[in-house]
């Protein structure tokens, strides 16, 4: 097949493997249409639908044989793994799984390969993270149910599957290559049409498939085409090798204003770097949303990320989302930041590495943030950008916590009442420290290397790290004890907490009787804390509770440049 795309590489510019790369993504389209039209009482079927599409992927288009095979040993491994009774049966899977992995990311850089290539280990990040979930799902199904969190309670596996089902779940076409992944029991979901009985969802031909479901997946695909032409076109030009270049080097900083000619950095004359710096940034990620949003599109048209109805009836299809470009790129903190970019492996990490470290009835601490990020750094392969990013990661997922958490509430108003303008600066300042600190942090995670690394952040002039490490200093020098007098202080009233005091007399309403007769509310003095801070609300598990950011995994998959 190779002889019908040639002609459309060369044209592009784009490697061959590139080219084929996006034919996948986008014949899963009307695969997906056909995919969904088969019923769902017949749901081999669709197992078997899925495996078939999988495998003209990896052979006649991408001629990858061993990458499948290795794929299917991984997947047979874990299969049978999965049926042991040992506690310990999820990090088996883990260990087997990511050891696999990071062989291959060694075999990768021992050969060279280019991100151009495709090659084995991007469809094994994905495939890593369905196994693990996959057996923890399962040890999570032989739990008591008073045990298990939200989370764990709807993802929960009871009954074994049969092989061709298991085979079905890993090989599901739409993100076999590049993800993102969903868990078994949402896999099932979207075979069995499970969603759509139990709320009796019709749609306009009677089908159990609600309406607007090609609107959005279509939507997405013109989205995902957007962002790849704003890639193949600019990317070249600008991205972040230029960082490390003598040209890049000779401009200033931050170009002063009226400064309309480049001279040697030697003082505030400044604006140049910084400025193209932040370019690089967005059209580096917008291969990662061009990717992301393409599959996504593919994985609604299956019947995959449905997630309501609207008061007007509209359809909602947010279950399949990996990224939010508008968030990222107008984050109010880096906290949304994370959690609008690559969030399907956000949830692997948080689920799947943190809490299951985490012991059982103890808050989640330093060692179990480090087992994290390593888990994630890891996972992403071999090179020293990685870990550089993801070292520097941790210090800013804490400065930007303590932000939150100190500087934040003295902005905040009542519960009820609209931003104020110092709230309003507040988040454009957000906005904006949130996004220069990403651009510079993400560097090492394209240039791969240390010398190259070390080089761009110097030609940037440390500049992140004075923000980050400033701002930890500013806090462990005593800075949190100076803002928290400046946090207002509001009078709320205390209801639904459902305790009664016997020594009062007074009731979980927060009302009290005399002689059978109600008095009045009590009221307590809270900090404004957070703009969805309420009282009695549902008890959340320690690990859920503890405001834990992942780590940064800031290019997911990172075999899809």
Not at 385 to 391: D, V
Not at 413 to 434: C, E, V, W
Request: proline fraction near 6%; aromatic fraction near 14%; charged fraction near 15%.
């Amino acid at each position: 097949m190779d002889a019908i795309f040639l002609p459309l590489s060369n044209a592009l510019g784009a490697s061959l493997d590139q080219v084929k790369l996006i034919f996948c993504l986008l014949v899963a389209y009307p695969l997906g249409s056909i995919y969904i039209r088969i019923p769902s009482d017949k749901p081999t079927l669709k197992h078997l639908f899925s495996i078939a599409v999988t495998l003209f992927y990896f052979f006649p288009m991408l001629n990858m044989y061993s990458a499948f095979f290795q794929l299917l040993v991984d997947v047979l491994v874990t299969y049978y793994l999965g049926k042991s009774h040992s506690p310990n049966m999820p990090w088996m899977v883990f260990g087997f799984a990511l050891g696999h992995l990071m062989i291959n990311h060694i075999i990768r850089i021992f050969y060279g390969f280019g991100y151009e290539t495709i090659e084995v280990t991007g469809p094994q990040m994905v495939l890593v993270m369905k196994l693990t979930t996959f057996a923890w799902n399962v040890v999570d199904g032989r739990r008591p149910a008073e045990d298990l969190d939200k989370w764990q309670t709807a993802k929960v596996v009871r009954r074994y599957p049969s092989l061709v089902e298991f085979l079905g779940y890993c090989f599901y076409f739409p993100g076999v290559l590049v993800g993102p992944y969903l868990e078994y029991a949402d896999y099932q979901d979207v075979v069995n049409e499970i969603t759509f009985k139990e709320r009796n969802i019709k749609g306009h031909k009677g089908r159990n498939v609600p309406d607007g479901r090609k609107r959005v997946g279509y939507r997405r695909m013109l989205m995902g085409l957007f962002y790849l032409g704003m890639f193949v076109v600019f990317h070249p030009s600008y991205n972040f090798s230029k960082l490390i270049t003598p040209e890049f080097a000779a401009k200033p900083f931050v170009k002063s204003a009226g400064d309309h000619y480049i001279r040697e950095v030697d003082s505030c004359n400044q604006m140049d770097r910084f400025a193209l710096t932040q370019i690089y940034g967005i059209l580096e990620r917008c291969k990662y949303y061009a990717i992301w949003t393409l599959t996504e599109g593919a994985s609604i048209l299956t019947g995959y990320g449905f997630t309501g109805i609207t008061p007007s009836g509209k359809t909602l299809w947010n279950g399949a989302a990996n990224v939010n470009a508008y968030v990222i790129e107008m984050p109010e903190n880096f906290k949304v930041l994370l959690d609008a970019w690559n969030m399907k492996t956000n949830v692997w990490l948080r689920e799947c590495v943190y809490k299951r470290v985490t012991p059982k009835d103890k808050k989640p601490g330093f060692k179990s943030s480090m087992i994290t990020f390593g888990t994630s750094a890891f996972w992403h392969g071999t090179a020293i950008g990685y870990y550089l990013t993801f070292f520097m990661g941790g210090f800013i997922t804490t400065v930007a916590r303590l932000v939150r958490k100190n500087i934040r509430p003295i902005f905040l108003n009542a519960p009820n009442q609209p931003p104020s303008l110092f709230k309003r600066l507040y988040d454009i300042i957000g906005i904006i420290t949130s996004l220069i600190v990403l651009n510079y942090v993400t560097a090492p995670f394209m240039l791969l290397t240390f010398k190259d690394s070390i080089q761009a952040w110097s030609n940037l002039g440390w500049y992140g790290h004075y923000i980050v490490f400033g701002g930890l200093a500013f806090f462990y020098a005593g800075g949190a004890r100076v803002l928290r007098p400046l946090h207002p202080k509001v009078q709320v009233q205390v209801q639904g907490l459902g305790v009664t005091s016997s020594s009062t007399g007074r009731h979980g309403n927060g009302i009290r009787k005399e002689n059978g007769q109600e008095v009045g509310k009590e009221t307590k003095v809270v900090a404004i804390q957070n703009d969805t801070d309420t009282i009695g609300s549902p008890v959340t598990p320690i690990a859920e509770k503890s405001g834990f950011q992942v780590p940064p995994p800031w290019a997911g998959i990172a075999r899809t440049q």
